[in-house]
């Protein structure tokens, strides 16, 4: 039965995860979308992480690479596009999170772990910071799917 309850409990709150609190979030009145509104200075903080960490393999903006979608010889693909154009808001808070932390499979790609290297904080902020670079209509798709539940 305890089980049960913390099962219920857990399914129900705020992960404690960027962009996880619907508070943080309103639905527009006219489009139906989900509107962000998200803190001005984590993003900036965001923006900066990634700058300093991650811009060498994802590009300015979260862009990329056009070829992203095909492996390199060495059978791994490249760095995807984090912004609206590839999969990144195919994934939850918590899967980007644990991506960032843990790094890809090296089998599937080179992104190292920043566990131990990042702050919890810095990874939360480079999570908004990407998340804001998504259109609204991306944006309202992955927040229905993942964090709207």
């Given amino acids: 039965m305890l089980c049960l309850i913390a099962v219920a409990m857990l399914g129900c709150g705020n992960s404690g995860l960027p962009g996880a609190s619907s508070q943080q979030h309103s639905v527009d009145n006219k489009t139906g979308k989900v509107k962000r509104n998200f803190d001005q200075a984590q993003i900036k903080r965001g923006e900066s992480v990634y700058n300093t960490y991650c811009i060498g393999c994802h590009g300015p903006n979260g862009a990329a690479t056009p070829e992203w979608r095909k492996p390199g010889a060495d059978g791994k693909y490249p760095p995807p596009p984090l912004d609206s154009t590839a999969h990144a808001w195919h994934h ?43 259109s609204d209509e991306i944006y309202d798709v992955w927040f229905k799917n993942f964090e709207g539940k």
């Fill in 92 to 134: 939850s808070t918590e899967v980007l999170k644990k991506t960032i932390l843990k790094g890809t499979p090296p089998e599937i790609g080179s992104m190292p772990a920043w566990e131990g290297k990042l702050t919890e904080q810095q990874v939360d902020d480079v999570i908004v910071w990407i998340k804001s670079l998504w």
